[in-house]
């Protein structure tokens, strides 16, 4: 199986797309900047042309409004994100102007077209589906660019997904349901300690000590397997990634720790035996809504008597969930294919399906946002020694404006990052 794997290893280019043309692209164009125009009143954003006086706040700056507009308008979001990977838009505050507009999102189409949407929609290639046959694809498109491109914005834990800076935990309406306190912007240097504090904790809630069977289901790095195995743990670890794999290895070996961790390249539904612990970091997210059953199947079917799951999540609104399960957006389309954020409800229906239940969680999505602040700042310290095939500027901008738009998912309060303690259901 992994010799099957590595063979069907891609990598996908991050296309330029150019802006369409015609008389419908042009008509349809007409139309998205009366709409760009409502949106960015509504949402306070200021909207204004190459040449116009520096505009103060949240701003976009038009460099080519025709192009801009026949992009939103063919393609919606995606247009909009396409537009700015191709210089045709800009921003002299990228996060700050896509915070203000997430934070009105649901409002910002008129309700009479809102009821359009299913009509207008993009739909998502089916090779995109996270299927056996597609997830290896949809993993390397991201994961597989370059070891080297992810350890020049991540620290030096190589860990990619929230950190968490505050060790503070505050009642949350719910029983079991706490969330971390407001945090303020926070230097690089923390970054770290935190990203251990969040992995320390998903550690503790899933009860992983001296002797405990461990199961990590997507690996990224190594540094989730390195802080089991110091705790004395036999950890065993999955990932569909070759250059992730290769270098969590070696990271393993280097700490001195190969007798303890074990690194697959394989799918989380072709793992097999029974496990004390089982963790996963923000992997649910490249599931995919259809396959949501079937994952928490896999970890419910792999955990021992008495042993607790702990997922690491990025959730968004149920409703909203809703709304986009069949569409295609422009991250699905240029960073993960195949990609989906359940909500909440979700989440706790399909862990229910499996036979889980949820214990606890714990929110921290503000957390999220500056872990992200801190990933662009040092993407962007010296764009011009990134290596390949971060060398072009549409990459760059593209990863500019990826890293942003998550940022303002969860400074606007879109997105958020919950960990989530599960158990089995007690059978009375």
Known sequence: MTAELEARRTDRPHPTVPAPTGARAALLGRGARILLTHACARCGVSLSSTGDPAPAGPAIVLHDPDAVARRIGTSRLIGFGEAYVA?????????????????????LVPRWLQALRPLAAVRRPRTELGTPDHVQDNVSHHYDLSNELFARFLDETLTYSSALFSAAELPDGAPGVTRAPAVAEVPRSALPDAQAAKIDRLLDAAGVGPGTRVLEVGTGW??????????????????LSVEQR??????VAEA?????????????RDVFGE???VVSVEMIEAVGAAHW????????RLLAPGGRIAVQAITMPHDRMLATLRTYTWIQKYVFPGGMLPSTEAISAAAGRAGLTVQARHRFGAHYAETLRLWRERFLDDPDSLPPPADST?????????????EAGFRSGYLDVQQVVLGAQVRR
């Open 87 to 107: 210089g045709e838009w800009d921003s002299p505050d990228l996060a700050g102007t896509l915070t203000a507009l997430a934070g009105r999102m649901p409002r």
């Open 293 to 300: 059953d079937e994952y928490f199947a896999a970890l419910a």
């Open 275 to 277: 496990y004390d612990a």
């Open 394 to 406: 549409a990459f760059q901008r593209l990863w500019e404006f990826y890293l942003a738009y998550s």
């Open 256 to 268: 001195g720790l190969s007798h303890a961790v074990r690194i697959d390249l394989l799918d989380y």
């Open 246 to 251: 290769d270098l969590a290895m070696q990271r």
């Open 222 to 239: 190594g540094e989730l397997c390195l802080r089991a195995a110091r705790r004395g743990a036999e950890v065993r670890s999955g990932t």
